[in-house]
Every structure is written in C-alpha cells, then in structure tokens.
C-alpha cells in the first residue's frame, strides 16, 4: 500500500507558474509508475502527465511544453512544474502512483490549482 499527498496547488496569475508535489509513503516508490490527473468542474478527470519507474515521461497535448514532470525516487517525491499556466489548467489536481507489476492503483486527495486574473 502507498498514501500520496499533494501539496503546491492555489491562486496564480495566467502566466504565471506553479509546481506541485507528491509525497508518497508506505512502499517502495520506486516501483511505481506516477502520473498527475487533473479534474475540472463538470468535467471528467484526464492524466495530465506521467512518468514511469523507467524515467519515461509523457504528457496530455494540451500542456506540452509548458508542463514538466519528474521524480525524485530517494525522496519519494514526483513533481509537476507548470508553466505558462491558462485560465483552462484551472482543476483539481491528483496524484497517481500505479504499481508496475500489478497495475493497482492509489490515488491522493488533491490540490486546487485555480488560474485567473
């Protein structure tokens, strides 16, 4: 079992950029592959990025470019740095470790992310 905590989310400008954390604690992180899920208002939750315990990374189109994300095993931390944030970034964001060999899934409880003048 793994508890995954999100933390970096709150109010910022269009522009402007954020970065958000997971901390992940309970197992062996390293085994993981990790991804950051966003949800916004009506909407159905989509991943935003992933990586996977290999270091290979992908993104939603939306946000190539502009958002960057990363791990750091022996700190059982994965990052997202958000850049150039719009107004349509503005959701929930989740953090999302998936054990490599089984495939089960644990889910954190989110941070606001909230773009707008």
């Known amino acids: 079992q793994v508890q995954l905590v999100e933390s970096g989310g709150g109010l910022v400008q269009p522009g402007g950029s954020l970065r958000l954390s997971c901390a992940a604690s309970g197992s062996v992180f390293s085994r993981y592959d990790m991804g950051w899920y966003r949800q916004a208002p009506g909407k159905q939750r989509e991943l935003v990025a992933a990586?996977?315990?290999?270091?290979?990374?992908n993104y939603a189109t939306s946000v190539k470019g502009r958002f960057t994300i990363s791990r750091d095993n022996a700190k059982n931390t994965v990052y997202l740095q958000m850049n150039s944030l719009k107004p349509e970034d503005t959701a929930v964001f989740y953090c999302n470790g998936k054990h490599y060999r089984s495939g089960f899934s644990y889910w954190g409880q989110g941070t606001q992310v909230t773009v707008s003048s």
């Open positions: 990586i996977t315990t290999g270091g290979t990374t």
